[in-house]
């Protein structure tokens, strides 16, 4: 077994060198920073993402930003939880002249499902990426423990012989470039991660043949009864897709909705056809409940191309991946930054235990393994499944043909415990009861 050279002797070394400044690399740069660890974070844009992605939060992430200090400050900036969600049919006709949402075909959970004051851990937690990422971002940089370099592109990786790893960042601004060396790097530079394609990883799967339009849209939210379940599944065989609030929905005011909608199979338009006004317009008005004609502000808007990837290891010498970078699969049912997040504490507690408690870097073929695993016994199957379960011709005929759904239908207690257990088995990763299952020989 290697020793351990680097269990940390003061504060100032060693430091985490960390590629992307998205949601996942600036959690871990602040989790490492609480727990006495220095990072660089560098970024090839010029600021964190702006793009319309993840909004639900996983029970098991809220209870990490409760525990990080985050969490009163995400509820304090409009996140709220909710518990859900249904799928439904198609919209309908009504009277007015408007459409409604279709009728509802399955559901979680029946009682009233947006409350603001509901502790970690109640229900999902929606909350834009974009906003998260910003406040990772200034809480990361407040504790003097991390420095992000924007406008910083990787280059090249030197994994070196006296156990330090350097990489070459060009310098966007000025076409310069520099080099940091750090104790280890994570890649945590999403889906087209050059960390990975600089150190040959191989990244199997496939890409769907449907692309997605994701949009943030502001909408008046209709005087009357809440809809007790404000996100939607809409099964659809070519405009499947999904309505979810980001904001608290409230009755008689605007609000911002994600409206993510399926495309055609292998639709020729180029993407900027897509986001087109009229096209966008076209596809609301089969999609938008509510009175005609339609009445919405867009605030962003994107198209995703989607597939089920997972880099063939986490680990490369001193090289670790993490979230997009490591694996991607479609965001039906938000299984894609809840993984990453839950990457970053397995890998967080992973650095700590290496640095600080004088473990073997071994444990890092434990994380790269266990989060893999993850991925191939749980993310993967469930996240495919989520999405050709919303691609439906029948939504009724589904919903009766699916174990799924009957179970979610008539709560039979043995279907829906072994779901829980499959959840609690293979999702997050507690590399401290992994060791503990294991003998703990790794501390040297
Ligand atoms: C429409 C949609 C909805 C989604 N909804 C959910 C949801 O509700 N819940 C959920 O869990 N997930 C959801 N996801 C998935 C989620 O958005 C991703 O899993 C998440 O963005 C991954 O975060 P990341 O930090 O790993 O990667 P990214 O967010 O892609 O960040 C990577 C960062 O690295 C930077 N970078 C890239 N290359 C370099 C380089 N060479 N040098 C320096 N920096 C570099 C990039 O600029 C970027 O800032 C959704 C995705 C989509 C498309």
Known sequence: MPT?????????????????AGPVGLFLALKLAQSGIN??????????????????????????????????????????????????KPLIDNDSGGKDLGEMVANFK?????????????????????????????????TGRVEVRFNSDLESIQDNIDDTVSITVKDMTTGSSFSLSGTYLVGADGATSKTRKLLDIPFAGYTWDRKLLATDVLIYNQPGEESPHP????????????????????????????????LPVNDPRSNDELLGPEYVESIYENYMPGPRPLDYEITNKSIYSIHQRLASTMRRGRVLLAGDAAHICNPFGGLGLNTGFLDVMALHDSLVMILKEGYSDELLDIYSDERRRSFQMFVDPMSTYNLLRVISKDAEKTTEDDWYFRALKNGNRRVLKSLEKQVSENWATDMRAILRADGDEMQL
């Open 110 to 142: 029946k009682h009233k499902t947006v409350d603001p004051s509901m502790p970690p851990g109640s229900g999902t937690l929606h909350f834009p990426q974009a906003k998260l990422s910003e406040l990772l971002l200034k809480e990361a940089v407040s």
């Open 231 to 262: 996100t939607s599944f809409i099964m659809d065989e070519t405009h499947f897709g999904v309505i979810t609030p980001l904001m608290e929905p409230k009755q008689g005011t605007r609000s911002l909705w994600r409206y993510t909608i399926g």
């Open 4 to 20: 351990n050279d680097h269990a940390l002797t003061g504060f100032d070394s060693p430091r985490i060198l960390i590629v992307g």
């Open 39 to 88: 990072s660089t974070v560098i970024e090839k844009e010029d600021s964190t993402s702006k793009l319309p992605r993840a909004c639900g939060h996983a029970g098991i992430v809220q209870h990490e930003f409760a525990k990080i200090g985050i969490y009163d400050k995400i509820k304090a900036m409009g996140g709220f939880i909710s518990v859900g969600p249904c799928w439904r």
